[in-house]
């Protein structure tokens, strides 16, 4: 089955940067576009960023351009997201997603199949 295992998250202060990581198993990592998405405390789930098969072209939510950037090492089914520059507002539960083969670039929450348990980040001020 889909696995989606995150990790990297933790505490830390504003302006600082993470780096998370997802391991991927029980499918073809590479012929899907992947993604992560987070949720806030008491807010909705937000997509956050999206990364397409070969790792070449990223896409990012305005709340995070320029901030993180997002890869992909298909060799080892993994999936990471640098979070840079963090701001007290990043604080969620950041989780791995696998995108729906929709043949849209997957900017919405809707468009991801599978996630993972997430990992937390807490950006302290």
């Known amino acids: 089955e889909v696995q989606l295992v995150e990790s990297g998250g933790g505490l830390v202060q504003a302006g600082g940067s993470l780096r998370l990581s997802c391991a991927a198993s029980g499918f073809t990592f590479s012929v899907y576009y992947m993604g992560w998405v987070r949720q806030a405390p008491g807010k909705e789930l937000e997509w956050v960023s999206a990364i397409n098969y070969g790792g070449t072209v990223p896409y990012y939510a305005d709340s995070v351009k320029g901030r993180f950037t997002i890869s992909r090492d298909n060799a080892k089914n993994t999936l990471y997201l640098e979070l840079n520059s963090l701001i007290t507002e990043d604080t969620a539960m950041y989780h791995c997603?696998?995108?729906?083969?929709?043949?849209?670039?997957?900017?919405?929450?809707?468009?991801?199949?599978?996630w993972g348990q997430g990992t937390q980040v807490t950006v302290s001020s």
């Open positions: 997603a696998q995108a729906r083969r929709v043949p849209w670039i997957p900017r919405a929450v809707q468009d991801y199949n599978y």
